[in-house]
C-alpha cells in the first residue's frame, strides 16, 4: 500500500515538473525571440490569475453564489486530481483552462468587464486577452471589442 501512495507522489511530482519546464522552455523561447514583454506576460499569468481571483473572492460588488463558484473552482484547480488528468497531453490542461473561463465568463458577464479591468493585476495584454476569451469587454457588452488604455 505504501508502495502504491509513493509511485503516484513520484508521477504527480514528474508530471508537476515536466509541466514547469514545458512552462519554462515556452518563456525562454519567448526571449530567445526577443519577445521580453510577452515572455514576462506568460511567465506571470499564473500568479497574476491567483491574486485576481483572491482580489475577486473580496469584492463585496461580486455576488455570493459567483463567489462560491469561485471558490469552487479555486479548490478544484487546487486538487491533485482532475476529472481528465493532467498527464494526458492537452486534453489534462485543456479541462482547466475551460472550467476556467466558463467560471469566468459567468461572473464577468454579471459583473461587467470593469472588474476584470480593475483587479486584474498583470500587463496589459493579459488583461486584453482574458477580456477577449471571457467574451466580454470593459463596459459589459458581451462579444464587443475592449478599448485600449
Known amino acids: 500500500m505504501a508502495g502504491r501512495s509513493v509511485a503516484g507522489l513520484t508521477l504527480i511530482l514528474l508530471v508537476a515538473l515536466g509541466t514547469l519546464a514545458v512552462y519554462a522552455a515556452f518563456v525562454a523561447l519567448l526571449l530567445l525571440l526577443g519577445r521580453r514583454q510577452d515572455a514576462r506576460a ?3 499569468f ?7 481571483f483572491g482580489r ?7 455576488p455570493r453564489r459567483h463567489k462560491l463558484l469561485l471558490g469552487l473552482l479555486v479548490g478544484y484547480l487546487a486538487l491533485p486530481f ?4 493532467d498527464f494526458i497531453p ?3 490542461q485543456l479541462d482547466d483552462a475551460i472550467l476556467v473561463l466558463v467560471v469566468l465568463r459567468t461572473v ?3 459583473n461587467r468587464g470593469e472588474l476584470l479591468a480593475e483587479h486584474w493585476p498583470g ?3 493579459s488583461l486584453e486577452l482574458m477580456l477577449q476569451l471571457a467574451g466580454v ?3 459589459g457588452t458581451e462579444g464587443s471589442q475592449a478599448p485600449r488604455r
Open 42 to 44: 506568460v511567465a506571470g
Open 46 to 52: 499564473v500568479p497574476d490569475c491567483a491574486v485576481f
Open 56 to 62: 475577486l473572492l473580496r469584492d463585496r460588488r461580486v
Open 82 to 85: 482532475d476529472l481528465v488528468p
Open 90 to 92: 492537452v486534453a489534462g
Open 108 to 110: 464577468l458577464r454579471r
Open 123 to 125: 500587463p496589459q495584454s
Open 137 to 139: 469587454s470593459r463596459g
